[in-house]
T-cell receptor
């Protein structure tokens, strides 16, 4: 069974540009979570989607946004990129009524 | 904020048991204890979870105190590949829109 897949693996952008990151959950999983992990730091909760709806949001500015599609895949958009947005962006999926999160390998975003 | 506290770092000799403590003194009756680990630059990996009773799987054992205010993750025979950051989190297992917050975790170094 395929795990959580994220694309792209690496992405390089310049300040002010927009970045789009994609996540495909495990088949049958309806919840998708996004986390930001800056170098050497912990996982910071970004967004949580379930059944196409945004269910909860972390303490990030509105330029961090996303959506979940009918097939439960998800997209994270970061507008007006800043240098400090450089980080590993991790996606996880789960069944809504369980607690186990299954993570992808992440997308590393570098902002120059 | 994370609902758990863990030591920042620990060392363990290869082949010995690694005992990683976690304090969750404000845990609610319907919250489960989950453990994950993150090997350098990879996505976090689910290890084990429990509610009240001790749990064991092929990776580890989880010991939860009777008052549920703390728990210990046990890796019975640590190997070098167990060197990672270990995260302890608590959350409701059934439908809930709570954020899944990871604390800084414990950095475990397994020493040859």
């Amino acid at each position: 069974e395929a795990g959580v897949t994220q694309s792209p693996t690496h992405l390089i952008k310049t300040r002010g540009q927009q970045a789009t990151l994609r996540c495909s959950p495990i088949s049958g999983h309806t919840s998708v979570y996004w986390y930001q992990q800056a170098l050497g730091l912990g996982l910071q909760f970004l967004l949580w989607y379930d059944e196409g709806e945004e269910r909860n949001r972390g303490n990030f500015p509105p330029r961090f946004s996303g959506r979940q599609f009918p097939n439960y895949s998800s997209e994270l958009n970061v507008n007006a990129l800043e240098l400090e947005d450089s980080a590993l962006y991790l996606c996880a999926s789960s069944l809504m009524n369980t607690g186990e999160l299954f993570f992808g390998e992440g997308s590393r975003l570098t902002v120059l | 904020d994370a609902k758990t506290t863990q030591p920042t770092s620990m060392d363990c000799a290869e082949g010995r048991a690694a005992n990683l403590p976690c304090n969750h003194s404000t845990i609610s009756g319907n919250e489960y204890v989950y453990w994950y680990r993150q090997i350098h630059s990879q996505g976090p990996q689910y290890i084990i979870h429990g509610l009240k009773n001790n749990e064991t799987n092929e990776m580890a054992s989880l010991i939860i105190t009777e008052d549920r205010k703390s728990s210990t993750l046990i890796l019975p025979h640590a190997t070098l590949r167990d060197t990672a950051v270990y995260y302890c989190i608590v959350r409701v297992r059934k439908t809930s829109y709570d954020k899944v917050i990871f604390g800084p975790g414990t950095s475990l170094s397994v020493i040859p």
